[in-house]
């Protein structure tokens, strides 16, 4: 068995028994949305500027995970490369309006807490939520990964 298949069987093992499936993955993709943009509003040497305007600590640690989804799988990286673009004009976008970046990031990871508790509630609690917290960019790598298999695309 390929590595990659490895540690999606694994995550999926752990995830099997996830209760309110559709809050919980909402949740998952808002964990996302709220922990990069938190990273986003964070201050950046002066050199980050000059570069790009959008180059910052989000956008990094955005870079770093498509390069690391290529890394283990090219057809699952050309996948997620939308959702990412897709997190990235988000945070453009919210950075650019009237509301504060890091406070609406904040109020997005509570409220990602709050469903990823529920999902887990009664099979591995905070212990569970943790280990979502820590494998965050893994997760929807692994929907996607559930996806391409339901359709047949091989990964």
Known sequence: ????DKWLTEYGRRHNDVRFGGIYWVAVITL???TVGMLWSLPVPAEFT????????????LMASI???????MPLAIGMLPFVLGVATLLIWLAGSPWSLMRVS???????????????????????????IQLMMIAPVWLLSVLYRRVGIPY
């Open 1 to 4: 068995m390929p590595e990659t």
């Open 32 to 34: 996302v949305i709220g």
């Open 50 to 61: 000059r570069i790009s305007p959008v180059l910052n600590w989000g956008s990094s640690f």
């Open 67 to 73: 390069i690391y989804y290529f890394i283990i799988s």
């Open 106 to 132: 904040s109020a997005l990871f509570a409220f990602s807490l709050a469903g990823l508790w529920l999902g887990h509630r009664h099979s591995g609690g905070l212990r569970a939520v943790m280990h979502d």
